[in-house]
């Protein structure tokens, strides 16, 4: 299913479910039966969450210039553990 806008020239805009690939160029109005035009327009992008189109956005401007870092931000550091072979060497 597709939502597909129509646009009545008496009552103004409003939205059909149709299966996709079927929408006809012209739909009966809901609310005076008359015949409205299909209209194209943007898809639902404004549904989006703010904090997941930031992060979009993040991520696209990374492609071309991506952040440059000189050492491991803090807080992030592994904990750091000897080797195990190491325990096994012989000590002075
Ligand atoms: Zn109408």
Redesign the pocket.
Same mark, same amino acid.
């Given at each position: 299913m597709a939502t597909y806008e129509f646009l009545?020239?008496? &009552? %103004?805009p409003?939205d059909v479910k149709l299966a996709i690939g079927t929408a006809p160029a012209a739909y009966g &109005?809901?609310? &005076?039966? %008359?015949s409205?035009r299909r209209v194209y327009s943007s898809p639902g992008l404004r549904l989006t969450p703010h904090s997941v189109a930031a992060l979009h956005q993040q991520e696209e401007q990374s492609r071309d210039a991506p952040a440059v870092v000189s050492e491991v931000p803090p807080g992030r550091r592994p904990p750091r553990r000897p080797h195990p072979a190491l325990s096994r060497l012989p000590r002075p």
């Open positions: 009545c020239s008496r &009552c %103004g409003f &109005c809901p609310h &005076c039966a %008359g409205a």
